[in-house]
């Protein structure tokens, strides 16, 4: 299989506060794969994904690394335009309440596909209704705040689509969500991935998420990735102490299991006063002294499966 997304050694700052958001992430996409990226609030997972779709806000600048995209694999011509789309935690603030949803979507067809008139009219309807919104001709007059939570994060997977993405970057695409539209959502995705064979990049904070849709998981902390396995390995096998206790987190649904699930102690420290060496040492059941002193460097833990920490579980 073909690298679709290779990030290397990225590093983003905010230079006005002298403070690095990302500090030499490195992580790679298979084509057709699915990578979710987790972590708590705050740990980077947004900047992340603005980087890679290169939609970084004002004040905040790429300085160091790179992100290589090879759409259709390293040695054929790139598109004019990458194909990424990229859809958003809160799906109503995130369309223009002053535009029809048919006005949204057809100006994405004109910009992506070069439609016009009725041939964007026909197309936005045919979207509209493949990601699940009924009377599609009557909805495109509609505005956003017509329409519920869930029916506008359809509108904007709808518009992701009208991009033909090779990559759709999912930022929570669900946290804003009741449960049962959540399902809806992520059965959504999975159908639309199989059907268009693009690769999705999905962040969440809820482990549920990233075990039912993606391959291989990358866990962030305090703008850095302290573990990557295949997503069956991390659930089983976490080797690094935060990727441990963010599972222990977790709410079991097995009627058995009554254990409730364990906080991590404290909080996510502020990016202008992180700890020195590895960060989660303040938070680490198994710190020990040269915790504090360097950030440890990532290691082969299996197949496929890194993790940066002194003292890893499963060791
Ligand atoms: N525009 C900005 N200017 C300055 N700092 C920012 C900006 N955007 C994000 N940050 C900081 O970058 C860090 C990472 O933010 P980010 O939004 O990527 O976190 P996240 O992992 O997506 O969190 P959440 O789960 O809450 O969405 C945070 O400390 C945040 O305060
Ligand atoms: S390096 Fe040390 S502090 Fe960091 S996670 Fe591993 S054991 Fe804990
Ligand atoms: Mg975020």
Known sequence: MSKLLTV???????????IKILDGISFSLEAGQTLGLVGESGCGKSVTCCA???????????????????PGGPSTRKPAVPKIAMIFQDPTSSLNPVHTIG?????????????KGRDARMEAMRLLERVGIDRARSRLRAYPHQFSGGMNQRVMIAHALAAKPQLLIADEPTTALDVTMQAQIL???????????????IVSHDLGVIARLADRAAVMYC??????????ELLERPSHPYARALIDC???????????PVPIPGSVPLLDSLPEGCHFHPRCSRASG???ARFPAPANIGFAHEASC???VAA
Do not use: W
């Open 8 to 18: 290397r050694d990225l590093v983003v700052e905010v230079p006005a506060r002298n």
């Open 52 to 70: 890679v779709a290169n939609m970084l806000p004002r004040g905040i600048v790429r300085s160091g690394g790179s992100v290589t995209f090879e």
């Open 103 to 115: 006005y949204y979507l057809e100006s994405a067809l004109y910009r992506h596909q070069g439609l």
């Open 187 to 201: 059965h959504l995705l999975e159908e639309l991935k199989a059907e268009t064979g693009m690769s999705l990049m």
């Open 223 to 232: 703008g850095k990735i302290v573990e990557t396995a295949s997503v069956a």
């Open 250 to 260: 977790m709410p079991s649904i097995d009627p058995d299991d009554l254990a409730p």
């Open 290 to 292: 040269e915790c504090s």
């Open 310 to 312: 002194y003292h890893p």
